[in-house]
């Protein structure tokens, strides 16, 4: 009995150890690139991204963010673990270019219809466009793709690369889902205008962005269905989790708080929340169509071989 007891409580306390060994080494790799940083006097930036510092932002999610965990996953399979104990996140796969595509078109696709649904019930007052806004004449607008590809894949690495196949593999996949999307949500507590819903939002959108991964075992659609939903909910003129960033529009909304999210944005409301179940029932019939193929790829599996 006491054997048992030891061996449920080690079963608990194994995703926790390896998770705590990635983050011991991600801090230590922010240390010195701060340290580095310092010496040629990078610009660090520190939080989420914000409309008037986004070159500093690229930096921040890059150096203190992207590169220090990339390391970090290098030395703990090198140094601690001994052996592979993530499953891969980038796998050679014939379905891959299917997965970005469709993760590109579905974040302007939701978007689209949020807008029309807004403009319909009468919560869009007015929108103004810049005319002179472009992709190749605006620097901010470079440098904000840029950053929100980098933070895209930053987030999955580190959510559903990392926290979502270890804890699914020592508590079980339910509670893998729930804790990972759950961690997702506290990482955006310091957002501008955070509320308990905007926490909730965001929390379903871990849940929306971890059904992407496990429809497809890899991180191509969650990385870009990240992108493109934080890229196009911009485009569209709407807040990014409490951000007004550069857009190509800009709305004056007045529908209810509870409904449109006010200063935090959609994940801060119910209209956000609906938008991303709808989403999540396309990605499900997207993995229906993509598993009747025999290259369909497993979701946990950090011994796999596969390149």
């Known amino acids: 009995m006491k054997k048992q007891k030891i061996s449920i409580l080690r ?4 995703p926790l150890w390896v998770i705590g060994v990635v983050y011991l080494f991600y801090f230590f790799n922010q240390v010195v690139f701060m340290f580095l940083g310092a010496i040629i006097k990078i610009p660090w930036k520190f939080g989420e991204i914000s409309d008037d510092l986004l070159f500093p932002d690229f930096l921040n999610y890059l150096l203190l963010g992207l590169l220090p965990l990339l390391l970090a996953f290098l030395w703990a399979e090198k140094a601690v673990f001994r052996r592979r104990f993530l499953p891969r996140f980038f796998p050679k796969h014939p379905f891959f270019l ?25 919560w869009i007052n007015g929108i103004k466009q810049d005319p002179t806004l472009s992709a190749f004449q605006n620097s901010d607008l470079f440098w904000m793709v840029l950053t929100f590809l980098i933070s895209a894949i930053f987030e999955e690495l580190m959510y559903r690369g990392l926290h979502l196949p270890i804890l699914a593999t020592g508590w079980g996949l339910p509670a893998g889902i729930a804790f990972s999307a759950f961690l997702f949500s506290l990482g955006h507590i310091n957002n501008p205008h955070i509320s308990f819903l905007g926490l909730f939002g965001i929390m ?36 990014v989790s409490g951000f007004n960033l550069t857009s190509l529009f800009s709305l004056e909304i007045n529908g209810p708080q509870l409904w449109t999210g006010g200063e ?34 497993s979701l946990i599996r950090p011994n796999d071989d596969r390149t």
């Open 11 to 14: 079963k608990l306390l194994q």
């Open 204 to 239: 379903i959108a871990g849940l929306f962005f971890a059904t992407a991964y496990l429809v497809t075992g890899t991180l191509y659609l969650p990385v870009s269905l990240h992108f493109s939903w934080n890229l196009f909910q911009t485009m569209f003129g709407f807040k």
């Open 98 to 122: 299917k997965d970005i595509t469709f993760g590109l078109i579905l974040g302007p696709l939701l978007f689209s219809l949020l807008f029309l649904a807004f403009k319909s019930a009468g």
């Open 264 to 297: 935090f944005g959609p994940e801060g409301g119910l209209s956000g929340i609906i938008l991303m179940v709808i989403g999540t029932i396309t990605i499900l019939v997207y993995g229906k169509y993509r598993s009747k193929s025999k290259h369909f790829s």
